[in-house]
């Protein structure tokens, strides 16, 4: 097939998502809707979440479908995200798509939701040379890869507690603010000049597994220390120098950057023939962390590759990626494919 049409959608959490990629032309369409009703409550409420997947996806297809001015009868394959997500919210995706693949008789193609954000970074920059680290960091998962082909990767570690993107959302919270709180952490550590002021602990780990529970506990108990937060309440204490909040997000921020940087330093050393290094996830948005670990490769002699703002976080152009890349492999489902959380 000389130019496959693939419709991708992505509903793993509090984005509802669709997109239209081509092989021959790449996205030709990125539609998204994001739940921002979420953060009165200081993270995703899985019901509402999956109640809004229900009332936003068809118009949001249909939105992508007409940015790409294609229909349902011109679209080869249906690719959607499976696994691992919110149940509820994985089923509302997977039942629409399989939907379409019925009525319409289309193949059907279910994406791994960490493999679409692994390989976002070809979104753009097609010619990523192998073999390569891969960084992805999210609100729910933090993970480095060894990636040495389209399709072919091997994990070298992953989050044992709570993943980064978590970790900023939670001590956000701590110090006032809204969900998501990764945007906030990074205004407050600018205004504060990315200066390390408290120099939270850094987990001496020789694996390439991330945990970032004990640090959130760490910054928590120094909070407390420095009059800023009640335990009890679990709120800011009133009065807190603004000075001191903006010096608590710095400190976590470069914390957290510093990790990131000993990890990959890791795992150069233990596959030395790698040629680049990617960055993707949601926290791929903080141009903080992007701008260290740029350096970090540049005074490596190794490429650099990260992915625009939109295809940082949850987007159904990832999945249409990989789902097109699966397509033109042969590797489709059957109309009994099931969610995996």
Known sequence: MNNRLTLGIETSCDETAAAIYSSSAGVLSSNIYSQREHAKYGGVVPEQSSRSHIEKIN???????DQANVNLDDIDT???????????????????????AYAKNKKLVGVNHLEGHLFSPFLENPNIPFPHIALTVSGGHTSIYLVTGMGQYQT???????????????????LGFDYPGGPDIERLAKQAGFVDYFNYPRPHSKTLDFSFSGLKTAVMYDMVKRGMYDMQSKKLLPGTDPKLIEQVASSLLV?????????????LKAYPEVQAI????????????????????????????????????????????????????????????????
Request: hydrophobic fraction near 45%.
């Open 59 to 65: 118009s949001i297809v249909q939105g992508a479908l």
């Open 78 to 100: 249906v690719a959607v995200t499976n696994k691992p997500g919110l149940s509820g919210s994985l089923l509302v995706g997977l039942s629409f798509a399989k939907a379409i």
């Open 156 to 174: 070298l570690g992953t989050t044992m507690d709570d993943a980064a993107g978590e970790a900023f959302d939670k001590i956000a919270r701590m």
């Open 255 to 267: 914390c957290i950057t510093d990790l990131f940087a000993t990890k990959l330093k890791t795992a």
């Open 278 to 341: 990617t960055f993707a996830g949601g926290v791929a948005c903080n141009k903080y962390i992007t701008k260290v670990l740029k350096a970090f490769c540049t005074k490596r002699g190794r490429s650099f590759f990260v992915p625009s703002r939109k295809y940082c976080t949850d987007n159904a152009a990832m999945i249409a990626y990989v789902g097109n890349f699966k397509a033109e492999q042969g590797k489709f489902d059957s109309i009994d494919l099931d969610i995996f959380v």
